[in-house]
């Protein structure tokens, strides 16, 4: 075979072997065009179902803005319709005078703030009610610390005996146990009416 013919067939071998590279190439190429489309619309389902996800988010968030609202709104009428008239009778009945029932007490002085849901006050006494929708242990610090501060931030009454009480809708009883081992007041629902549950021998712890 002559020098030309040899270099003809090097050219077809040479070109042969590139053909079959390209269309490996290309294979190769489709492949992975494939798996990125195929990856492409995995992503895509996974932002949609984020999409679904965050609307659902979105109205949980509402719903429970509404919840928090009318939770809110019932509270305000548990203190108004059934605390507020009851706790005159209720203190009566402990041999504590009421001449007086204030709701939504705030004070600022000297860069400190005290608010108290309920006060009822007579010429010796002021009695500081915190009321809650479900009461806790850290509603229960907080209240002791509030009447701490009441005579500082409410200097009207600094030669009154100041005492605490609490109540809520829901009272889990570990708190009411520890509410009454603090010396406070516990004003607690019974059907339809509120009562004291503290028992007879409990002495009120004052400020």
């Not at 992975?32 to 389902?45: I, L, P, V, W, Y």
């Amino acid at each position: 075979m002559n020098t030309a013919a040899e270099e003809i067939w090097t050219i077809l071998r040479e070109t042969a072997k590139l053909q079959k590279e390209t269309k490996e190439s290309m294979k190769e190429t489709d492949r992975r065009m494939q798996e990125t489309d195929r990856k492409m619309q995995e992503t895509d389902r996974q932002m949609q179902e984020t999409d679904r996800k965050m609307q659902e988010t979105d109205k949980k968030i509402k719903e429970m803005s509404v919840s928090i609202g009318r939770l809110g709104n019932k509270l305000g009428d548990f203190v108004e319709e059934m605390v507020r008239p009851a706790a005159v009778r209720l203190f009566r009945e402990r041999g504590i005078e009421v001449h007086e029932v204030h709701r939504n007490i705030e004070a600022q002085r000297g860069g400190e703030g005290i608010e108290i849901d309920l006060l009822v006050v007579n010429d010796s006494d002021v009695v500081a009610i915190e009321c809650k929708s479900t009461l806790s242990i850290d509603d229960v610090n907080a209240h002791l610390a509030r009447l701490g501060h009441l005579k500082k931030l409410l200097p009207t009454y600094t030669n009154k005996r100041v005492l605490g009480a609490i109540t809520g809708m829901v009272i889990p009883d570990q708190v009411a146990r520890y509410a009454y081992s603090q010396g406070l007041y516990l004003i607690a629902q019974s059907g339809d009416h509120l009562l004291i549950r503290n028992d007879a021998g409990f002495v009120p712890r004052s400020w």
